[in-house]
């Protein structure tokens, strides 16, 4: 018949080093944003953990106003080897942490009043799934 469909769930997520710095913001301006992504796969816990790191800055100024590292679980059924991962959970786990990121630095740089929240544009990050994949450390 049909094989059984590996499938991942989401265990917890958390931010961590949150800076913003805000006479770095221009109002208008276009925002140059750049993520940083590292992953780990704990065999023994059958979990994944992705490190996000968001910056962001302005096109006039080259220091940037918001600094963000968001932190993701993702746990698998009997996780023994990183073959057993599926292939789609690399750029679907980036697409999973996406909007909770995107939610954050709006939500905090409202209430940091910087005079406008920064809404970050909706993206197509699929392309960091492969370095997802490529760059995972394995711990036993």
Do not use: H
């Amino acid at each position: 018949m049909f094989e059984k469909t590996k499938s991942f769930s989401i265990k917890r997520y958390w931010f961590d080093d949150i800076k913003l710095k805000s006479s770095f913001y221009r109002i208008g301006e276009s925002l140059n944003i750049d993520f940083n992504v590292n992953s780990t796969c704990f065999l023994s816990q059958s979990l994944v953990k992705i490190e996000m790191k968001f910056k962001s800055n302005c096109e006039t100024c080259a220091e940037a106003f918001c600094e963000v590292t968001c932190f993701c679980e993702f746990v698998f059924p009997n996780l023994k080897c990183k073959e057993d991962i599926p292939e789609f959970f690399y750029s679907n786990s980036i697409a999973i942490m996406f909007p909770y990121l995107r939610a954050f630095v709006s939500l905090v740089t409202m209430q940091a009043n910087f005079g406008e929240p920064i809404v970050l544009p909706l993206l197509n990050l699929s392309a960091i799934g492969q370095t997802v994949k490529n760059d995972m450390k394995v711990v036993e």
